[in-house]
Each structure stands twice: as C-alpha cells, then as structure tokens.
C-alpha cells in the first residue's frame, strides 16, 4: 500500500541557506501535517493543511512557510537556518481535517532528516 | 492550550506486562492516541479512544477515563522489538499534540 513520501531524506545546509521539504501523502489524504522532531524530544506540530487551505498553525517560526498544491502535496519551505533547526522533519496525512474517521490515525512518512552546519 | 505527561522511561523484562499512563489537560477532546517510535525511525499508529473504556488490539491495549483525563498503554508479553518510544497525543481542537514520550526499553 501507498504510504506518505517524503523527500529528501536527509539535507544538509549552512547557516542562514534555504531549505525545501516535500511531501506527498497517501493518495485520496486530503489534509497534511508538518511536525518538527529535535533529538530526544517529541514530535512539535508545525502547520496543517486541508483541501489546500492552512487548517491549523502550531510552533512554526515566522521563518518557515508551507503550502499544499493543487495535487495534495505539501512543502515545508524554512530560510534563515540556524543551527537549533537540526531536526527530523516528520510528514504525515490523514482523510479529512482531523484524524481519520473513528481511528484516530495519522500516517506518518519516514522524516526528512535536516543538519545545520 | 494542551499539555500532557508521561512518565520518560520504563524498563521491564521480556514476558513482562508494562503499562504507560498518560494525562492529560486540553481545551476540547475528540480522542486519545498512542504511538511508537523506533529511534530514528517515524511515529507509527498503534491505538485511539474516543469513549471510555479498554480498547484491545493483540498484544496492545489502550484504556481511557475521559472524566479524570487520564488514560494508558498497556503492552502484555513484551518482545525485545518493543523497545521504542511510546507517545500518547490528544486529538484537541488543533492538530494532534503529543506528549514528550516514554522511553521502553526490554530487557533479556
């Protein structure tokens, strides 16, 4: 079964470069989540998106903007890097604005993987 | 806002029983998840309660009092591959929020 892809898997960047996550969710997932992972900690929700429109907005810096295209997928697009933005960069979709029907269910992808220098 | 604890770290033995408790405090509830995580791997879906009560699948269980916003993870005849992070999270009027997780580790 399809499951969400994300991509790249790991990036490397310097201090104050750009950096563009992708994601594309399972096929008929009409919402996306973004969450930010730091080593050790739990997943932080970034931004949610459904049907294209932002749906709900978490601990995102004001440095970091994302978007849902037309085809469903998403991009986490982050500027200004600094170094404390080192983390795993964790995807995941659902059916509907909230978690999937009665099973509470996201579907996460593997991560996106980012290392400042 | 929505916060939530758990304990960080659970040791037990291979065959053992481990429960996982998990509170809560959040403005507006829908349900009450729980995840795992491998290190470095992504969070994987292993339980939801919406009402009251025990929810059991195989190996796993989840119990939920929504009255004392409180609720756990029950894992019965633990394997070696359970040592991950478990995550509870709550389904509130925002996206799910987790909790700061709790460390499994089985023990031979």
């Known amino acids: 079964a399809a499951g969400v892809i994300q991509s790249p898997r790991h990036l490397i960047k310097e201090k104050r470069e750009t950096a563009t996550l992708k994601c594309y969710p399972i096929p008929r997932h009409d919402t996306v989540y973004w969450y930010q992972q730091g080593p050790g900690q739990d997943p932080q929700f970034l931004i949610s998106f459904y049907e294209k429109m932002q749906s709900d907005k978490g601990s995102i810096p004001d440095r970091f903007s994302a978007q849902q295209f037309s085809d469903y997928h998403s991009e986490l697009n982050m500027s200004s890097l600094e170094l404390g933005d080192s983390a795993l960069y964790f995807c995941?979709?659902?059916?509907?604005?909230?978690?999937?029907?009665?099973?509470?269910?996201?579907?996460f992808g593997e991560g996106s993987r980012l290392t400042v220098l | 806002g929505q916060s939530l604890e758990q304990p960080s770290e659970v040791t037990a033995v291979e065959g053992a029983i481990v429960q996982i408790n998990c509170t809560y405090q959040?403005?507006?509830?829908?349900?009450l998840s729980w995840y795992q995580q491998h290190d470095g791997g992504a969070p994987t879906f292993l339980s939801y309660n919406a009402l009251d009560g025990l929810e059991e699948t195989g190996r796993f269980s989840s119990f939920l009092s929504r009255s004392d916003s409180y609720g756990y993870l029950l894992l019965q005849e633990l394997q070696m591959k359970d040592s991950a992070s478990y995550f509870c999270?709550?389904?509130?009027?925002?996206?799910?929020?987790f909790g700061s997780g709790t460390r499994l580790q089985v023990q031979p």
């Open positions: 999270a709550v389904e509130g009027r925002r996206a799910l929020t």
């Open positions: 995941a979709s659902s059916l509907g604005p909230g978690t999937s029907g009665d099973t509470g269910e996201l579907f």
């Open positions: 959040t403005s507006g509830f829908y349900g």
